[in-house]
């Protein structure tokens, strides 16, 4: 092949994968905010897909969201012994899709930044995600 024949192909393959790659994390629009804030009982997932819990209460603010889940179904905080989960995190960081509420973090970022206590068992795994990526 030649070398333009390769470049164009390479180029090709890029803007093809480039379309399938979900799109990045968007704000909260007003009708969602005021659809979410104080609202229970909707899925909360990690930018993976992951269920994180089910919300048992929202707080949205400006730039942040304090959200309490209850842990459903997904293994992301495995064994957490059915711990609460409260999750603080930047509003610009999520996004709604469907009925259910998108981080823009991984499974593997929500491990790595929960605090889980050790000491108590009443007590929540705290995950606080205010750093941008």
Same mark, same amino acid.
């Given at each position: 092949? $030649?070398?333009?024949?390769?470049?164009?192909?390479? @180029?090709?393959?890029?803007?093809?994968?480039?379309?399938?790659?979900?799109?990045?994390?968007?704000?909260?629009? %007003?009708?969602?905010? #005021?659809?979410?804030?104080?609202?229970?009982?909707?899925?909360? @997932?990690?930018?993976? !897909?992951?269920?994180? !819990?089910?919300? #048992?209460?929202?707080? +949205?603010? $400006?730039?942040?969201?304090?959200?309490?889940?209850?842990?459903?179904? !997904?293994?992301?905080?495995? %064994?957490?012994?059915?711990?609460?989960?409260?999750?603080?995190?930047?509003?610009?960081?999520?996004?709604?899709?469907?009925? =259910?509420?998108?981080?823009?973090? =991984?499974?593997?970022?929500?491990?790595?930044?929960?605090?889980?206590?050790?000491?108590?068992?009443?007590?929540? +795994?705290?995950?606080? @995600?205010?750093? %941008?990526?």
């Amino acid at each position: 092949m $030649t070398k333009f024949k390769l470049t164009a192909s390479a @180029l090709f393959t890029a803007a093809a994968l480039a379309l399938t790659t979900p799109a990045a994390q968007a704000e909260l629009s %007003p009708s969602d905010i #005021n659809a979410l804030n104080g609202k229970s009982g909707f899925r909360v @997932l990690s930018s993976d !897909g992951v269920v994180v !819990g089910v919300s #048992n209460g929202i707080k +949205i603010n $400006t730039d942040r969201t304090r959200m309490f889940l209850r842990p459903r179904g !997904g293994r992301v905080f495995l %064994p957490s012994g059915g711990k609460d989960i409260v999750i603080t995190v930047l509003t610009s960081q999520l996004t709604l899709r469907g009925g =259910d509420l998108v981080l823009d973090a =991984d499974k593997q970022r929500l491990r790595t930044k929960a605090k889980k206590s050790f000491t108590d068992d009443s007590s929540p +795994i705290e995950v606080i @995600l205010l750093n %941008p990526r």
